[in-house]
């Protein structure tokens, strides 16, 4: 399945991933590729409304790895930004974290390729016209 979305505000982002939500399921990991600045962390933001989640979605570039509880499954989310071996991705717990169900939501996919289950779902964040156009791709195999 692929869908594309093109998205003139962070709203309209977040009511992607309003649509993006109802595909996750325990284990899933998500990966959110795009530039610096592209809106992953901030597609994360509407993942987490979209969960009722207390807690508002922070970056987790220096912390690496961010966990919230969701009614329905934990959701660990991971910026690979700084990681420097894959390695470290599993050092920090990845692979637990999605043998317990947790959905696992990653930026910076590409630091750790090998890593991401062929099932994933892949987010693609692409930069429009204006400031706050986005293309959205969402893929699931
Ligand atoms: N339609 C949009 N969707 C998402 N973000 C948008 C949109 N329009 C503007 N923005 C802004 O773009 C910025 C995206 O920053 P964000 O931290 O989400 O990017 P990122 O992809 O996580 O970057 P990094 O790789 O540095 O972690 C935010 O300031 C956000 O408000
Ligand atoms: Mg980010």
């Known amino acids: 399945m692929q869908n594309i979305y093109n998205v003139k505000s962070v709203e309209e982002s977040w009511a992607v991933a309003a649509e993006v939500v109802k595909l996750l399921k325990p284990g899933t990991v998500m990966a959110l590729h ?24 922070t ?10 509880n969701a009614a329905q499954f934990k959701l660990v989310h991971m910026d690979l930004y700084r990681l420097t071996s894959p390695d470290d991705l599993l050092a920090i717990g990845y692979a637990e974290h999605i043998e317990n169900g947790a959905v696992v939501a990653v930026e910076w996919p590409e630091r750790a390729e090998d890593l991401i289950p062929a099932d994933a779902i892949h987010i693609y964040l692409e930069q429009g016209d204006e400031m706050e156009d986005r293309r959205i791709i ?3 195999p």
């Open 59 to 68: 970056s987790p570039t220096f912390t690496l790895s961010n966990e919230y």
């Open 138 to 140: 969402v893929e699931q």
């Open 34 to 57: 795009g530039d610096l600045g592209a809106g992953k962390t901030t597609f994360m933001q509407g993942i987490a409304i979209a969960l009722h989640l207390e807690r508002p979605v």
